[in-house]
């Protein structure tokens, strides 16, 4: 096991009726004057808005909103939004949404307290030296943003989707009420939980360090997303399928499930070019069409590691004279479950053709500044295979 450093400092209001309660936490902390900042018309119909409004008028909370945030979230209303903290003095941000509301209010949070254009973070130009602290309610269960120090933003104008990872990120707390949840579409149900698998996926398919107790908590946390999943998708009122995901789609992206070992999140990267060029892709839906293929492409690098996955994971019969065998039909097993809750396959049922591939790999090497590290370091020509294996 490697040396690591685990930090995870938000705190989680988990459970039926917390978001009622958002008002009065915020006022604990001392803070009168946030940002609400969330996306379509989702929340008011659902009565999300109405019961949040409530609980911050309550307690005396001045409120500026910010409605509009996309699935792929835009660096243009991040902008918009730091221009609107700035101006009324905002003392914090608060995300009601899923990874894409939280990840723009990230942003906005440190753009506020930064003198430079926040798109600097994602380009390496600047670090966030502080930001205004980010709280959330969780309304779907996926990416994990709601505990993790990660942010995603959409350049609309350059067609660049990308991440940045700082401690600044870290919301103030998170409000987890899997009731929030009920009324989420099965195809955002089914996305969010490729996503909360691929953050542990990515994690977990790594060159063989020991680490037993990561191992098996990973494992558990798949295992976890695939029964709630399935469940969730049948009866989409099961509070404990839905809890189960709630909190899987955090524990996955809090670090917890690569603690001791070196990962990269290879196919959120080539994932990020799909949606980048065609922002209509969500997140989940593309990375059910790359792991697969990436998984393909590099499993003979690690083959006990992906029949450990294919056993334990999947329950296939480990194939010891052919050990490739289980490892394939652990990648498949894999595959046929993305199939089964909705997700599509191919880059085609995504809307890319061939004549996208050349363009996504060159933007996912930055322009042949960088290479994709993992089982297989990834230059374009890689990538571009790769993404050919999911036409």
């Known amino acids: 096991m490697n040396n690591f450093e685990f930090y995870c400092p938000t705190r989680v209001y988990f459970g039926k009726d917390t978001h ?3 008002g009065e936490i915020i006022k604990k902390y001392g803070f009168k004057k946030i940002l609400l900042h969330y996306g379509g018309g989702s929340i008011r119909k659902n009565g999300i808005y109405d019961t949040v409004m409530k609980s911050l008028k309550d307690n005396g909370i001045t409120v ?7 699935p792929n979230p835009e660096l243009a209303r991040v902008r918009e939004g730091i221009e609107l903290c700035r101006r009324e003095n905002t003392e914090l941000v608060l995300a009601v949404g899923g990874g894409s509301a939280i990840d723009s209010s990230k942003l906005i949070a440190a753009g506020t ?13 600047a670090l966030p030296e502080d930001a205004l602290p980010v709280a959330t309610i969780l309304t779907l269960a996926a990416a994990g943003s709601e505990t993790s120090a990660s942010a995603v933003i959409t350049n609309e104008e350059l067609n660049l989707k990308r991440g940045y990872t700082s401690d600044f990120n870290r919301p103030l707390f998170s409000i987890l009420n899997p009731e929030l949840t009920y009324t989420v579409p099965k195809f955002h149900t089914a996305c969010g939980i490729v996503d909360m698998m691929m953050h542990t996926l990515e994690r977990y398919m790594t060159f063989k360090q020991e680490a037993e107790l990561t191992d098996r908590i990973a494992e558990s946390v798949l295992k976890c997303a695939i029964r709630a999943g399935k469940q969730a998708m049948i009866d989409p009122r099961d509070f404990e399928a839905r809890a189960t995901l709630m909190w899987t789609g955090s524990v996955s992206h809090n670090n917890l499930t690569g603690l001791g070992r070196d990962y990269y999140l290879v196919s959120h990267q080539l ?10 892709i969500t997140h989940g839906a593309g990375l059910a069409v790359v792991f697969p293929a990436w998984a393909k492409y590099v499993y003979k690098t690690n083959i006990p590691r992906f029949c450990q ?25 894999t595959a046929e479950f993305f199939k089964s809750i909705g997700m599509p396959s191919t880059l ?13 790999a060159v933007k996912c090497t930055n322009y042949g500044k960088r290479t994709l590290p993992g089982l297989i370091e990834l230059g374009k020509d890689e990538i571009a295979d790769i993404y050919r294996i999911c036409l």
Do not use: Q
Request: net charge negative.
């Open 348 to 360: 085609r049922e995504c809307g890319l053709e061939e004549k996208h591939i050349e363009e996504m």
């Open 64 to 70: 500026s909103e910010l409605p509009g945030v996309k």
């Open 20 to 22: 009622g309660r958002v």
């Open 309 to 333: 996955y294919a056993v334990r994971v999947f329950n296939c019969e480990m194939d010891y004279a052919n050990p490739e065998r289980t490892a394939l039909a652990g990648i498949e097993a």
């Open 113 to 125: 307290k930064n003198d430079c254009d926040p798109w600097d973070f994602f380009i390496g130009k």
């Open 271 to 280: 994932e990020h070019e799909m949606s980048g060029l065609k922002p209509e």
